[in-house]
């Protein structure tokens, strides 16, 4: 599944921004799509992420400020990110499982300026 990621770039913090995400033609039967992201020096950490039936996961730090949703006819995820702080700098990745498989799009870089 390829995926195909656009949005990012330098926002303030207390800001908001949106990452959106959709998998080529290939993508069908996908479980979940979501975001991971990796700041510089840590590993890649869950973002959030919601499978087909709908059920959503989100990490700690990110709880009440964030939403995922998806488009299922477009194959699209997208993250509403709100309340930005600059610790939410990070490279942001779209994920994605497909019959027991995962797939990772490129990256976008989101950077919150204090």
């Known amino acids: 599944v390829q995926l195909q990621a656009s949005g990012g770039g330098l926002v303030q913090a207390g800001g908001s921004t949106r990452l959106s995400c959709t998998a080529a033609?290939?993508?069908?039967?996908?479980?979940?799509m979501g975001w991971y992201r990796q700041a510089p020096g840590t590993e890649r950490e869950l973002v959030a992420t919601?499978?087909?039936?709908?059920?959503?996961n989100y990490g700690e730090d990110v709880k009440g400020r964030f939403t995922v949703s998806r488009d299922y006819a477009q194959r699209m995820v997208t993250l509403q990110m709100s309340s930005l702080k600059s610790e939410d700098t990070a490279v942001y990745y779209c994920?994605?499982?497909?019959?027991?498989?995962?797939?990772w799009g490129q990256g976008t870089l989101v950077t919150v300026s204090s």
């Open positions: 919601m499978s087909s039936d709908g059920t959503t």
């Open positions: 033609e290939n993508g069908a039967m996908i479980h979940v």
């Open positions: 994920y994605a499982t497909r019959l027991g498989r995962t797939f």
